[in-house]
């Protein structure tokens, strides 16, 4: 056996870390080249994301000593999807396999050898999927649950606890490479690829050293992108409470319409009026919101941009 193997680890700002990783990493292929599992062919391809500290100098360093090292430099930050997307896609035609895996090494680098083993056993793609969240902030583990039950309940397949540690067959990235569309939320396509696939269980560790690139504002823009990408239930419940509230509405109406025949004081429902103005002012907000979304969306895809920028590549 004799596969070619990337590993694609998209990189922002990690001069904390890189170097570190890059030796461990470079070990790890070492050790399965040298069991025959992989090629000599293999490559770590590290797509550094528009970092601003020195995290390409130290790359384009260790690169003179380290014949497995590949380095494809985005022209600015793009985001961890698009940074690995890169990676993936710039590489894909000379590889069998391709693991896509964090700077930080939280993914456990020895889960590696298992997601080999499943390749060659068949399948096109392995997700390797975390076995704890311990080290995980409270605030963390509970959004993660949060947007992994709210993509489930609108119809995204998406693997738990499964986030961009996983292995792909060449034949499953020619697969992926033909989604065009802009707005593409990896982690939810690749479950709709189909194929043969497997897990692999991992513990998740602490990251090395520095500090996550994920803020909130980033985690909140990933779960939104993944669920107007994916699938047009928010405008459907939009419209089903429209309906109910038209229902309603109607309902109230009557009772109004009865109450002033029998002669009640009409100006007495002052609280009710203003209570219903501002619910549904803010409501239609929201609505409008959630529409814009979409509308966003395809003013996005009709541009037809492209998805990541190559300001150098060296091999
Ligand atoms: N990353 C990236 N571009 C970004 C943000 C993050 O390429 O805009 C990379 C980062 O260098 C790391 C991976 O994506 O290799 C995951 O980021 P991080 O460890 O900060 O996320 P967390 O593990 O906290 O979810
Ligand atoms: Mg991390």
């Known amino acids: 056996m004799n596969d070619i ?10 001069e904390e870390v890189i170097e570190n990783s890059i030796k461990v990493i470079s070990e790890k292929l070492n050790q399965l080249i040298r069991s025959n599992k992989i090629s000599k062919k293999s490559k770590i391809v590290i797509v550094d994301d528009g970092s601003k500290d020195n995290t390409i100098n130290i790359v384009k360093k260790l690169q003179l000593k380290n014949k497995f090292l590949m380095i494809i430099k985005l022209s600015r930050n793009f985001g961890h ?4 997307y890169a990676g993936i896609m710039e590489t894909r035609k000379n590889v069998d396999m391709i693991i896509t895996m964090d700077a930080d090494l939280q993914d456990d680098i020895n889960a590696i050898d298992d997601m080999i083993d499943e390749y060659y056993k068949g399948n096109e793609i392995v997700y390797g999927v975390r076995n704890n969240r311990d080290n995980d902030s409270w605030f963390k ?14 119809g995204g ?20 490479s033909r989604y065009e569309e802009s707005n593409l939320f990896i982690r939810g396509i690749i479950p709709k690829l189909g194929f043969q696939t497997s ?17 909130l504002r980033k985690m909140l823009g990933l779960a939104i992108d993944g669920i107007t990408s994916f699938s047009i239930k928010p405008i459907r419940f939009i419209i089903g409470i429209g ?27 002052w609280v009710t009026i203003i209570a219903l ?22 003013y996005l895809e009709t541009k037809r941009r492209p998805k990541y920028i190559i300001d150098e590549i060296i091999e």
Do not use: T, W
């Open 243 to 269: 309906i109910i509230f038209s229902f309603l509405s109607f309902i109230y109406l009557m009772y109004v319409i009865i109450s002033y025949f029998r002669g009640a004081d009409v100006v007495n429902g």
């Open 81 to 84: 999807q698009f940074a690995m």
């Open 157 to 176: 397949e998406i693997i738990n606890n499964h986030a961009d540690f996983r292995l792909m067959s060449k034949r499953s990235l020619e697969e992926l």
């Open 277 to 298: 103005v501002c619910f549904f002012g803010s409501f239609q907000i929201f609505c409008i919101g959630v529409i814009g979304e979409y509308i966003s969306k395809i």
């Open 199 to 215: 897990k692999v269980y991992y513990k998740r560790l602490d990251r090395k050293a520095g500090s996550s690139k994920y803020n």
């Open 141 to 154: 583990r509970n959004s993660a649950l949060v947007f992994y039950k709210v993509m489930s309940f609108l």
């Open 5 to 14: 193997l990337h590993i694609v680890v998209p990189c922002y700002n990690e």
